[in-house]
T-cell receptor, first 111, second 113 residues
Framework: QKEVEQNSGPLSVPEGAIASLNCTYSDRVSQSFFWYRQYSGKSPELIMSIYSNGDKEDGRFTAQLNKASQYVSLLIRDSQPSDSATYLCAVNKGSQGNLIFGKGTKLSVKP | NAGVTQTPKFRILKIGQSMTLQCAQDMNHNYMYWYRQDPGMGLKLIYYSVGAGITDKGEVPNGYNVSRSTTEDFPLRLELAAPSQTSVYFC????????????FGQGTRLTVV
């Protein structure tokens, strides 16, 4: 099992819809979880971080964490064409402190 | 704020050549990382450093070397370049060990021919 797994997509949603992105991780001692957005040809940029079970909302973005199921998700409400990008899930790998990334899910929001 | 600066942005190497990718950060971060990203893939960790003088291997260290003589700089050395090292390389830094954002450089697109 890969350390951080994501559905590679592409995920296509119409403008205004909710986009749901999922991520699972294998290391139970992971403590920090992040969602990065990466536009084509650009570097990743942080959009959400979550550290405890439950939901965390920031504007149109909601991150959900379930440590028992080793599952992290990102919901994007009222999706816009500008949200079209690859979304990378990243997990802090225990005491070593380094970030492990998933392969990313490519999201396409159609006008 | 400059943040994390990588040079060069693009480079073409011939098989067997060597080069150093430069990375510098001005945020006084202790933790620095080198990742590579192949087309359609996520980021794979090459090497990381938890402070000046301390480095450790990540997931894909073969063919690379690093050094960390100062807090600010974390160069990545490619010896005897191979076509398999064609990739986009990202340097990143974080302030702390756990609950901190990673700041990325703009990336270096390397082609080995």
């Amino acid at each position: 099992q890969k350390e951080v797994e994501q559905n590679s997509g592409p995920l296509s949603v119409p403008e205004g819809a909710i986009a749901s992105l999922n991520c699972t991780y294998s290391d139970r001692v992971s403590q920090s979880f992040f969602w990065y957005r990466q536009y084509s040809g650009k570097s990743p940029e942080l959009i959400m971080s979550i550290y405890s079970n439950g939901d965390k909302e920031d504007g149109r973005f909601t991150a959900q964490l379930n440590k028992a199921s080793q599952y992290v998700s990102l919901l994007i409400r009222d999706s816009q064409p500008s949200d079209s990008a690859t979304y990378l899930c990243a997990v802090n790998k225990g005491s070593q402190g380094n970030l492990i990334f998933g392969k990313g899910t490519k999201l396409s929001v159609k006008p | 704020n400059a943040g994390v600066t990588q040079t060069p942005k693009f480079r073409i190497l011939k098989i067997g050549q060597s080069m150093t990718l430069q990375c510098a950060q001005d945020m006084n971060h202790n933790y620095m990382y080198w990742y590579r990203q192949d087309p359609g893939m996520g980021l794979k960790l090459i090497y990381y450093s938890v402070g000046a003088g301390i480095t450790d291997k990540g997931e894909v260290p073969n063919g690379y070397n690093v050094s960390r003589s100062t807090t600010e700089d974390f160069p990545l050395r490619l010896e005897l370049a191979a076509p398999s090292q064609t990739s986009v390389y990202f340097c990143a830094s974080t302030q702390g060990l756990y609950n901190t954002e990673a700041f990325f450089g703009q990336g270096t697109r390397l082609t080995v021919v």
